[in-house]
């Protein structure tokens, strides 16, 4: 491998173009194939971004020579056979969240990376948000005491009106969860990050709206939640609540969460997100910080994907596993599913994960 990284990407859609723009920012990144079975649309985002070629077989990219790292940004439900064809391959893999459509299959591809010897990544960008990156740092130094309960939300309204088209999303055999995989997945990364293991869970979801037309005006019933929620506990002792709604009126990119210690507590909004606000004993009130974590200010969507490039092409040159690797991943894939159990059963259920030592 030269000194740039070559890069696969997997999928040209919204998704795929992000990681276009991140790795096109990157010195040391070479775009070099981009692969979708619309070859119309790979052509597009190849001459913008500059990317070598293009192929419409994946199978063809993950074993190509000249290809160091895959970049996987298509449907969940092909996510494990594309990573573990990529692995097999000896490559290093991004893969978008959440990394399998099981945990079964998550698990699998941890025990493969490892065998391999390849630097792999789940994209929870979410905690490459300078402003959770610098709340990481006053918790560990215990500063506000002992971490006491996590509340975390992210609410939506891309799909509160009814007459939203269906998506692939919403039937299972794509996505087990609705909200659960695509908005509680980031507060659940979140929560891991900074205050651990979830161990327990009791939880229940709704669907608001349980049939919706497709692009040719039939009706096709909506199988996974609009809504969910859930109490937790963590291995640490604390307890936590932790709630998503891809249907809520005036919600954009509503996510929220507030950490209470023993002697202060810490308030985070995703919309308001280069602030933090912080209270400590024998304060009059919360205070709002500006944070500039490693220097970087003012930061979007598009660079949280470019930082989380940036920590991976790092991660890959420097032979380190990443903090958002493939057992991170599964982790939360055990916590969604415990939270579908619970909901079906009506029950606490513990968190059945080998990788809670």
């Known amino acids: 491998m030269d000194n740039k990284i070559r890069v696969c990407l997997i999928g040209s859609g919204f998704v795929g173009k992000k990681h276009a723009a991140a790795y096109r920012n990157q010195y040391n990144a070479k775009l070099q194939v981009v692969c979708d079975t619309n070859e119309d ?3 597009t985002l190849a001459e913008e971004y500059g990317f070598e070629r293009v192929e419409t077989d994946w199978h063809k990219v993950v074993s190509a020579e000249d290809v160091d790292l895959v970049c996987v940004c298509v449907p969940n439900n092909a996510h494990f056979e594309i990573v573990s064809e990529a692995i097999k391959y000896g490559k290093h893999v991004s893969c978008e969240k959440p990394l399998g ?3 079964s299959e998550s698990e699998k591809l941890v025990k ?6 390849i630097i792999a990544t789940c994209c929870y960008n979410i905690i490459r948000v300078p402003a959770i990156t610098y709340a990481q740092k006053i918790i560990k130094s215990g500063n506000l005491g002992k971490v006491v309960c996590f509340r975390g939300s992210y609410d939506n309204d891309r ?5 939203a088209p269906f998506e692939w999303r919403m ?14 997945i980031n507060i659940l990364a979140v929560s891991q990050f900074l205050v651990g293991d979830i161990i327990s869970v009791c939880g229940m979801t709704d669907i608001v709206h349980p049939k919706r037309k497709d692009g040719k005006g039939n009706l096709i019933e909506v199988e ?10 963590y291995k640490n002792g604390a307890m936590g609540y932790i709630s998503s709604n891809r249907v809520a009126p005036g919600s954009k990119q509503d996510m ?5 210690f023993t002697e202060g507590t810490i308030r985070f909004s995703l919309e308001r997100m280069n602030e933090i606000q912080i209270y400590r004993f024998n304060e009059n009130g919360f205070s709002t910080v500006i944070s500039d974590e490693k220097e970087w200010f003012c930061t979007g969507y598009e660079e949280l994907k470019t930082i989380d490039a940036h920590e991976f092409l790092n991660n890959i040159k420097n032979q380190k596993s990443s903090d958002t690797d493939f057992c991170f991943a599964t982790k939360i894939d055990y916590v969604i599913e ?12 513990n968190v059945k994960s080998s990788f809670i030592e």
Request: a neutral charge; one cysteine or more.
């Open 112 to 117: 493969m990376a490892k065998e391999k010897g």
């Open 171 to 184: 039937l299972k055999k794509n996505a087990t969860g609705g909200s659960l995989c695509d908005l509680a």
């Open 159 to 163: 799909l509160a009106d009814p007459n």
């Open 224 to 233: 996974n939640d609009d809504i969910a929620q859930f109490i937790c506990s």
């Open 338 to 349: 415990s939270v579908l159990e619970s909901t079906e059963k009506k029950t606490w259920i």
């Open 101 to 103: 459509l099981n945990s």
């Open 256 to 260: 929220r969460f507030e950490i209470q």
């Open 41 to 43: 649309s790979a052509k």
